[in-house]
């Protein structure tokens, strides 16, 4: 298979995300205008995120939500901005 498709397995399609983590595709689209789903690779239409990125930061989002921070504020811990 090679590293190529080791690359791959790694990686998941904005329609991955939606399915793995019961996201509407504004929901990702949003997330990632926003800063805090990074695309890694983009093909075609298509935007590839980093699936330990992408589990990692959707915990944290859902956490800090349910404890009443804005996007604003949960950006700003995450990434800094």
Known sequence: MGKKNNRH????AAREIM????????????YTDFGLLPVV???GNVRFYD??????R???????TEEGYSLR?????IIGI
């Open 19 to 30: 399915k793995e983590y019961n996201l509407t595709y504004q929901t990702v689209n949003h």
């Open 51 to 56: 699936k330990n990125i992408v589990r990692g």
């Open 41 to 43: 690779l983009k093909k």
């Open 9 to 12: 397995n790694k990686m998941l």
């Open 58 to 64: 959707l915990k944290k989002i859902k956490e800090l």
């Open 73 to 77: 504020l949960i950006r700003k811990q």
